[in-house]
């Protein structure tokens, strides 16, 4: 037991709960001001179900004895012999630290979604949603990915971070759920313009804080590989924001606070599978290449294909994090992390590339499989849109009964 390690695991934790309402900030600010307090609820009430569903069940499927590569076993139930002492994944820190760092990642994931569906999915039909797909895709996927016995893990491929267990799952997920839902009924008709812009701002500062505590506590200890995932972050985040700012000058003439916001959260999910693997230069060229790709499906395939992604979850998480584990797999190096199995592409193999590959393509099937999954369960429960009449009066009022805004005046809606 180490005391450093624990302090260190227990901080990063915390900052990583600070993420999700550093989401809902961002994803709130980016909405329409009818429908900020339920873009908001949309992250808050997560951290409630995630984390009774993480002590109940989450971490015991995620975590607890393999079952054929997929799944945990029922063995740590509402975190029994979950205690004090170190357990199987982290040798100089409580077991229970570990399970409460890991809970984080459970209730920020299925946050990342609803911005797809903002404003236009009813709060009933969220929630039941979220509930089953922590269980259907989330614990599954963590497990493949990090548990003992997965079997992502067994064939070699890594995600130090979260890039295939957070981003890829929920970004795909978001693109099915978006395309099943339909898009809003003034959409190609009204003009989506974002409400808050320093409420973005504070959620991205937020998001960031947060992040260096996602990544760089993946370590599970406060030594030089922490400090390396914590540097390869904020260089990567860096990178993407000059990018995204440059992009912004080359298609309007100038740079907008919203684009530099939206570059430094591209940069951190690009960077979160390889942030432990990777040396920094290549943190840099993650960073700087990740901003155009996710410009591009943002501005350019978005409205090509005619899907309605209304708060962009699938074009920056999706893609990003699909980007970010293919990253992974060409600028993985041992020196770096002695852990991985090969070293990337661009040290000349080919197993860590070919392995990450496939980690996608399983990540993407399972995202899709089980959100459509979950969608036909919760159609059980009625119509899983509000009615465009709620849609136009807004949210706040018809889910929640309450307005973000009670005595603003101004002309936007």
Same mark, same amino acid.
């Given at each position: 037991?180490?005391?450093?390690?624990?302090?260190?695991?227990?901080?990063?934790?915390?900052?990583?709960?600070?993420?999700?309402?550093?989401?809902?900030?961002?994803?709130?600010?980016?909405?329409?001001?009818?429908?900020?307090?339920?873009?908001?609820?949309?992250?808050?009430?997560?951290?409630?179900?995630?984390?009774?569903?993480?002590?109940?069940?989450?971490?015991?499927?995620?975590?607890?004895?393999?079952?054929?590569?997929?799944?945990?076993?029922?063995?740590?139930?509402?975190?029994?012999?979950?205690?004090?002492?170190?357990?199987?994944?982290?040798?100089?820190?409580?077991?229970?630290?570990?399970?409460?760092?890991?809970?984080?990642?459970?209730?920020?994931?299925?946050?990342?979604?609803?911005?797809?569906?903002?404003?236009?999915?009813?709060?009933?039909?969220?929630?039941?949603?979220?509930?089953?797909?922590?269980?259907?895709?989330?614990?599954?996927?963590?497990?493949?990915?990090?548990?003992?016995?997965?079997?992502?893990?067994?064939?070699?491929?890594?995600?130090?971070?979260?890039?295939?267990?957070?981003?890829?799952?929920?970004?795909?997920?978001?693109?099915?759920?978006?395309?099943? %839902?339909?898009?809003?009924?003034?959409?190609?008709?009204?003009?989506?313009?974002?409400?808050?812009?320093?409420?973005?701002?504070?959620?991205?500062?937020?998001?960031?804080?947060?992040?260096?505590?996602?990544?760089?506590?993946?370590?599970?200890?406060?030594?030089?590989?922490?400090?390396?995932?914590?540097?390869?972050?904020?260089?990567?985040?860096?990178?993407?924001?000059?990018?995204?700012?440059?992009?912004?000058?080359?298609?309007?003439?100038?740079?907008?606070?919203?684009?530099?916001?939206?570059?430094?959260?591209?940069?951190?999910?690009?960077?979160?599978?390889?942030?432990?693997?990777?040396?920094?230069?290549?943190?840099?060229?993650?960073?700087?290449?990740?901003?155009?790709?996710?410009?591009?499906?943002?501005?350019?395939?978005?409205?090509?294909?005619?899907?309605?992604?209304?708060?962009?979850?699938?074009?920056?998480?999706?893609?990003?994090?699909?980007?970010?584990?293919?990253?992974?797999?060409?600028?993985?190096?041992?020196?770096?992390?002695?852990?991985?199995?090969?070293?990337?592409?661009?040290?000349?193999?080919?197993?860590?590339?070919?392995?990450?590959?496939?980690?996608?393509?399983?990540?993407?099937?399972?995202?899709?499989?089980?959100? %459509?999954?979950?969608?036909?369960?919760?159609?059980?429960?009625?119509?899983?849109?509000?009615?465009?009449?709620?849609?136009?009066?807004?949210?706040?009022?018809?889910?929640?009964?309450?307005?973000?805004?009670?005595?603003?005046?101004?002309?936007?809606?």
């Amino acid at each position: 037991m180490n005391a450093s390690d624990t302090g260190f695991v227990l901080i990063c934790a915390a900052f990583v709960l600070f993420m999700t309402p550093g989401l809902a900030f961002f994803y709130g600010g980016l909405g329409r001001r009818k429908n900020v307090v339920n873009t908001i609820m949309g992250s808050f009430f997560i951290i409630g179900v995630a984390t009774i569903m993480w002590m109940a069940v989450g971490f015991s499927l995620s975590f607890g004895a393999d079952h054929a590569g997929v799944i945990g076993g029922l063995e740590h139930l509402f975190l029994a012999g979950v205690g004090q002492e170190p357990g199987p994944y982290a040798g100089t820190v409580p077991y229970l630290a570990f399970a409460m760092f890991q809970m984080m990642f459970a209730v920020i994931t299925p946050a990342l979604i609803t911005g797809a569906v903002a404003g236009r999915m009813r709060f009933k039909s969220l929630f039941a949603f979220v509930v089953l797909w922590t269980l259907v895709v989330y614990y599954p996927i963590a497990h493949m990915v990090w548990g003992e016995g997965g079997w992502l893990a067994a064939i070699g491929s890594v995600d130090f971070a979260g890039g295939n267990v957070v981003h890829i799952s929920s970004g795909v997920s978001a693109l099915v759920l978006c395309l099943v %839902l339909g898009r809003r009924v003034e959409w190609g008709q009204a003009t989506y313009r974002v409400h808050n812009i320093p409420l973005v701002a504070i959620g991205t500062s937020l998001l960031l804080l947060g992040w260096l505590g996602f990544n760089s506590g993946s370590a599970l200890a406060a030594d030089g590989l922490a400090a390396h995932a914590f540097a390869a972050s904020i260089i990567s985040a860096a990178a993407a924001e000059c990018t995204w700012m440059l992009m912004d000058v080359a298609t309007d003439g100038r740079p907008t606070l919203v684009g530099a916001c939206t570059g430094v959260v591209i940069g951190l999910v690009a960077i979160t599978p390889g942030c432990g693997f990777v040396p920094l230069w290549a943190a840099l060229v993650i960073g700087a290449l990740a901003s155009p790709i996710c410009f591009l499906c943002v501005s350019r395939l978005k409205p090509l294909l005619g899907y309605d992604d209304a708060l962009d979850a699938f074009g920056c998480h999706g893609v990003g994090g699909i980007f970010g584990a293919l990253c992974t797999g060409i600028f993985a190096c041992k020196d770096v992390n002695p852990a991985i199995r090969w070293n990337g592409l661009a040290f000349g193999e080919v197993g860590l590339f070919s392995a990450q590959a496939l980690s996608v393509v399983v990540t993407i099937a399972l995202a899709v499989v089980g959100t %459509l999954a979950c969608v036909c369960v919760v159609r059980l429960l009625g119509d899983m849109r509000v009615s465009a009449r709620d849609e136009r009066v807004g949210l706040d009022v018809t889910q929640h009964g309450e307005r973000a805004y009670p005595s603003f005046n101004g002309l936007d809606d």
